[in-house]
């Protein structure tokens, strides 16, 4: 048994899709469903024993203490967090709260249970074997100049937006509990992902959405910063590895080797869209791209070096750009109705229906 924190959002459900191809372990998926949770990302598992949904905060302690004695997990993924750095610009607080405090509060959590597991490795969970794998971000390591290498694992945390920031200060948290108390951490720190079910309001779902929809692609700035892009599914199978064999009190840099300029992405979007789904009047999708005020303190450039985690680990990227934005743009073009339905208040009056307002 594992607990998966944010399970519900891009990534974490994408994590749980990915583990159950590869594995029958039951996951407990603790998920406060914000905006950015959505069951309907996990409906293959509604009637699916291994996947157990619990509505709740990381930060209420009495039910993050309550499910780890119940279920007795012998590792915590933590995927949760606020993770969009416009919303960061505008309203950095659920960020300080969520990424800062909330994961103190699991990591307080984390080690008591953890203190009182057994010592003997031939019970589980026990607590040499326990793990608690943090996933972050690349954004922590700041912006590159042109001529820098990739970030490496080494490279001074130097965050820029509240979101980097906020994220910055919950790896910290996990390295000081590692170093302190012992408590067995493993942190990840991954580029930009893409792929299926990621909320329309990151670039790539964003941009897919507004050219079906006619409206503008906006472009921020020059639209000449640059991410390194890497498909879900790949993080998915990198977060898996390092749980099964990452070193203790180590940090994995996770990426793509696939840095590419903001215009390039849109224009290959465009033209993907263009094959796949051509616009009734016949033009091309790059018509409706319109640069936009640039975003307060815009990082230039991501880049990540994944050589310690192949090196240690023998993890690669499966995935090419290429394929991998062929295979997402057809993902939203035959799933139009999850768009819908997540942007839809009626999702969230459903969600309050079965769960409360939960505090919101
Ligand atoms: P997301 O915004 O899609 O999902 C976040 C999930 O966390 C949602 O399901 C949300 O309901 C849940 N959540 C938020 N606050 C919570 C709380 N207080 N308690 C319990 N659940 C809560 O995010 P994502 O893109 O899937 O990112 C997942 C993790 O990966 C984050 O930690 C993020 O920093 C990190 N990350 C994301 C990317 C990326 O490109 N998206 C890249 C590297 C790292
Ligand atoms: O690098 C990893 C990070 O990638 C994750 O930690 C974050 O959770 C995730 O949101 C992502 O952050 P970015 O800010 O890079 O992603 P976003 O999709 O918001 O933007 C990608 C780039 O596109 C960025 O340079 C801003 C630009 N952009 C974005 C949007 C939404 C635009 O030009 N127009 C847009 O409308």
Same mark, same amino acid.
């Given at each position: ?87 960061? $610009?505008? =309203?950095? &607080? ?12 699991? @990591?307080? /959590?984390? #080690? ?106 906006? $472009?921020? =700035?020059? &639209? ?12 998915? @199978?990198? /977060?898996? #590895? ?119």
């Amino acid at each position: 048994m594992i607990l998966v924190t944010g399970g519900a959002g891009f990534i974490g459900a994408n994590f749980i899709h990915t583990w159950f191809k590869h594995s029958d372990e039951p996951v407990i998926n603790l998920d406060k469903l914000t905006y950015a949770g959505n069951l309907a990302n996990l409906t293959a598992f509604r009637e699916d024993p291994r996947h157990f949904f619990v509505r709740g905060d990381i930060g209420d302690r009495e039910q993050v203490a309550a499910l780890l004695a119940q279920h007795q997990p012998r590792a915590i993924v933590h995927f949760a967090a606020e993770s969009h750095v416009d919303r960061s $610009i505008f =309203g950095p &607080g659920a960020f300080i709260q969520t990424n800062v405090v909330g994961t103190f509060n699991l @990591l307080e /959590i984390t #080690r008591d249970y953890w203190s009182r597991l057994p010592e003997t490795a031939s019970e589980s969970p026990n607590k040499q074997d326990f793990r608690f794998l943090h996933v972050s971000t690349d954004e922590v390591y700041g912006t590159l100049k042109p001529e820098d290498h990739p970030f490496r694992e080494t490279n001074p945390h130097q965050p820029n937006s509240p979101y980097a920031a906020s994220k910055a200060a919950s790896d910290h948290l996990v390295r000081a509990w590692h170093h302190t108390y012992g408590l067995p951490v493993l942190t990840t720190n991954c580029s930009n992902n893409y792929g299926p079910y990621q909320f329309p309001e990151k670039l790539i779902p964003l941009v897919i959405h507004n050219a079906l929809a006619g409206k503008p692609l906006p $472009i921020y =700035g020059d &639209g000449m910063q640059v991410r390194d892009w890497l498909h879900v599914e790949d993080h998915c @199978l990198a /977060i898996m #590895r390092v749980l099964e064999a990452g070193r203790t009190g180590e940090t994995y840099n996770i990426g793509g080797w696939n840095e590419k300029p903001n215009l390039d992405v849109v224009r290959t979007i465009c033209a993907v869209l263009d094959r796949e789904r051509p616009r009734p009047d016949g033009r091309d999708y790059v018509e409706q791209m319109t640069f936009v005020q640039d975003r307060p303190g815009h990082d230039r450039r991501y880049a990540i070096d994944a050589g310690k985690i192949e090196r240690e680990l023998g993890w690669r990227p499966e995935e090419t750009f290429e394929s991998g934005i062929v295979k997402t743009a057809r993902w939203y073009l035959d799933h139009a109705a999850w768009v819908a339905d997540v942007t839809s208040g009626a999702y969230r009056q459903w969600v309050e229906q079965q769960y409360g307002t939960h505090g919101e």
